[in-house]
């Protein structure tokens, strides 16, 4: 079965450091573009970073470069997202996606996980 | 930064209605476009991408349509399990930006 498991969420203060991570399964990972889309609380969903197969692209969402880094492990099947500085906007579920195998660097998300929920507040 | 604009933002529809939904992008995308459903408590599911083209088992009453800055997610006759959230999202640019969403609800 094609799989995505986030885990690592949890309450932080402002200003502290956590790190996510999506396990994949089903599919050959080491093949894939993965995406982090992160959904404030009852808000629409937010493209956050997405990283290529080799890791040779990576790019951000303006609002978390310099704080937030992606990385993969492709030997052990798993994305990461590094998040320090964490601020109050930061709070949402944060969801990994893949991007559909297209030959290129276009292509929809077309598996999700299930999210995993970051809460930063005070 | 290529906004999506969705249009209405709730939509209420009998079952067994057609429901209309648009998606307006800021700049052309050609068609990387993909639309999106989304229940409450679960993961968004694709269900057109390219603009047009269906994603695997998604049923032939979803149907996607447009090009360049002008997009349409028809569903032909509305089941109860269609009622949900749908967002637009462009790939055609960095950074990936989706719509706000369109609710779609029981009349």
């Known amino acids: 079965e094609v799989q995505l498991v986030e885990s690592g969420g949890g309450l932080v203060k402002p200003g502290e450091s956590l790190r996510l991570s999506c396990a994949a399964s089903g599919f050959i990972f080491s093949s894939c573009t993965m995406n982090w889309v992160r959904q404030a609380p009852g808000q629409g969903l937010e493209w956050v970073s997405s990283?290529?197969?080799?890791?040779?692209?990576?790019y951000y969402e303006d609002s978390v470069k310099g704080r937030f880094t992606i990385s993969r492990d492709n030997p052990k099947n798993s994305l990461y997202l590094q998040m320090n500085s964490l601020r109050a906007e930061d709070t949402a579920v944060y969801y990994c996606?893949?991007?559909?195998?297209?030959?290129?660097?276009?292509?929809?998300?077309?598996?999700w996980g299930q999210g995993t929920m970051v809460t930063v507040s005070s | 930064e290529i906004v999506m604009t969705q249009s209405p933002a709730t939509l209420s529809v009998s079952p067994g209605e057609r429901a209309t939904l648009s998606c307006r992008a800021s700049q052309s995308v050609s068609s990387n476009l993909a639309w999106y459903q989304q229940k409450p408590g679960q993961a968004p599911r694709l269900l057109i991408y390219?603009?047009?083209t269906r994603a695997t088992d998604i049923p032939a009453r979803f149907s996607g349509s447009g090009s360049g800055t002008e997009f349409t997610l028809t569903i032909s006759s509305l089941q109860s399990e269609d009622f949900a959230v749908y967002y637009c999202q462009q790939y055609n640019n960095w950074p990936r930006t989706f719509g706000q969403g369109t609710k779609v609800e029981i009349k």
């Open positions: 996606a893949r991007k559909r195998l297209t030959g290129d660097h276009l292509g929809a998300f077309d598996i």
């Open positions: 390219d603009a047009s």
């Open positions: 990283i290529s197969s080799s890791s040779t692209y990576i």
